[in-house]
């Protein structure tokens, strides 16, 4: 069973930057693919950046320029840098992976999430 701990949030005044770091740990076979999501109150969870095992990401259109996603494989932990932070950044951020196994079996693991508080 896979386990992934966030940390770094909390609170930043607009135009700040954090530094979200997610550790997986218990894993046996390779971590595929690493996510950010985030939700605030009121709306619905939304991919914020992803990462595949390769080092190719993509990121939502909202965040793009300002936040950077990076992994490091041999501790299994994806980092999530950001920057020129906005009030509508708000949002309980959460670490998202996969893992195959052999034989092709899939499995996804989510963490607890960490606050993120954009306000001045």
């Known amino acids: 069973q896979v386990q992934l701990v966030e940390s770094g949030g909390g609170l930043v005044q607009p135009g700040g930057s954090l530094r979200l770091s997610c550790a997986a740990s218990g894993s046996r076979f390779s971590i595929n693919a690493m996510r950010w999501y985030r939700q605030a109150p009121g709306k619905e969870r939304e991919v914020v950046a992803m990462?595949?095992?390769?080092?190719?990401?993509n990121y939502a259109s909202s965040v793009k320029g300002r936040f950077t996603i990076s992994r490091d494989n041999a501790k299994n932990t994806v980092y999530l840098q950001m920057n020129s932070l906005k009030p509508e950044d708000t949002a309980v951020y959460c670490c998202?992976?996969?893992?195959?196994?052999?034989?092709?079996?899939?499995?996804?693991?989510w963490g607890q999430g960490t606050q993120v508080t954009v306000s001045s």
């Open positions: 998202y992976a996969d893992e195959f196994t052999p034989n092709w079996a899939h499995y996804e693991y």
């Open positions: 990462i595949t095992s390769s080092g190719s990401a």
